[in-house]
Structures are given as C-alpha cells and as structure tokens.
C-alpha cells in the first residue's frame, strides 16, 4: 500500500486546514486508517483514527472538538479537517494504515506510512 499525504501548509492560529491521504495499491476499505504527528525533536504521536467502513472514529484528547477524520472509500482517500489551530499543533503529519482491527494509538500498530506534510501554525 502506498500512501500520500497533501494539503499542509502555514495557517493562522484559529485557522482551518484540511489534509487528504491517497492510497493505491490495497483493498482500501479494509484498512484502519490513522493520522499521526511528529513535532521537531518529539516522538510521532497518534491523532486520531477511523475504521475501514468509516463508522467508528477515535481522536486524542488534545484534538477532540476540533479535528474531525472521514473517509471517502470510493476515492481511497482519508481526510483530517483541523479547524481551531493553535501553535502546538505544528508538526509534520502523517496517514498510516493497519491492516486488521483498530489497533493500538501507537505508530508500530500501523503496517504502511506515507512521507508526511507539514503543517505550520503561527501565533
């Protein structure tokens, strides 16, 4: 499975950015898809979540209210709508795939990355 991201950039705080992830090269719906974050000189830290038929989603407690995941099986596409930013969300973000279950909020659950985009917010 391949998968790119796209869609970072700099925003103002309080501002909105949406991220895609486009993967090939898998029965997509089948795949748990996760967005992940990496900030300078920190460990990647999960995001959030969202089941291969796009039913159940799950965030981390620092994004909750404020990002929403989706998915588009058809288009093999999995989105991250961020709106409210706040500096301490800049980081490089990246979409991860796992193959069977939900799995753990923790990268080595997750069996393909893409290369990440990143994402700087300004106070």
């Known amino acids: 499975v391949q998968l790119v991201e796209s869609g970072g950039g700099l925003v103002q705080s309080g501002g909105s950015l949406r991220l895609s992830c486009a993967a090939s090269?898998?029965?997509?719906?089948?795949?748990?898809m996760g967005w992940f974050r990496q900030a300078p000189g920190k460990e990647r830290e999960f995001v959030g979540r969202v089941s291969g038929s796009g039913s159940n989603t799950y965030y981390v407690d620092s994004v909750k209210g404020r990002f929403t995941i989706s998915r588009d099986n058809a288009k093999n596409t999995v989105y991250l709508q961020m709106n409210s930013l706040k500096p301490e969300d800049t980081a490089v973000y990246y979409c991860g795939a796992r193959y069977y279950g939900l799995g753990r909020p923790i990268p080595r659950d997750y069996d393909y990355w893409g290369q990440g985009t990143q994402v700087t917010v300004s106070s």
């Open positions: 090269g898998g029965t997509f719906s089948r795949y748990t």
